[in-house]
């Protein structure tokens, strides 16, 4: 399993995490959760340092953001410098094995929600209505 899988999965735990469900269901996803929480602060500090390193700072040395969530970079070699390790950095293989965890499907997900998920969750295929 690669580690952007987590992050992934993070992801669309915490897009789901605040919505009424029954409880076996919010057990499931509030455990793989704690399962996933040591892979996503790695990457997340990981990916702090590729910003401290390649980002555009300015005079106070603070990282120079075009948006609330987008650096700036002072050439496209160091934007695509920090894009490649960036990747390289998702591709790590994690070491810990999750357990499959078993799930009532939501009333509503994305699809991206949905195969973020599936390495992790086993959603039961009920037919909703």
């Known amino acids: 399993m690669k580690l952007i899988q987590c992050v992934e999965a993070w992801q669309a735990v915490q897009a789901l995490i605040n ?24 990457y997340l500090s990981e990916e702090k340092k590729l910003v401290a390193e390649l980002a555009k700072h ?11 969530i987008e650096v700036e970079f002072e050439t496209a070699e160091k934007a695509n410098e920090y ?5 390289e950095l998702g591709n790590v293989e994690v070491t810990e094995r999750f357990p499959k965890l078993n799930a ?26």
């Open 19 to 42: 919505r009424d469900m029954d409880y076996a269901t919010a057990h499931t996803l509030v455990t793989l959760r704690r399962h996933l929480r040591p892979q996503v602060e790695f």
């Open 58 to 68: 300015d005079e106070q040395g603070k990282t120079v953001m075009k948006s609330a």
């Open 83 to 87: 894009a490649s390790r960036r990747a």
């Open 104 to 129: 009532k499907a939501p009333e509503t997900i994305t699809p991206a929600q949905l195969e973020a998920l599936m390495p992790f969750i086993r959603f039961d295929k009920a037919v909703r209505k």
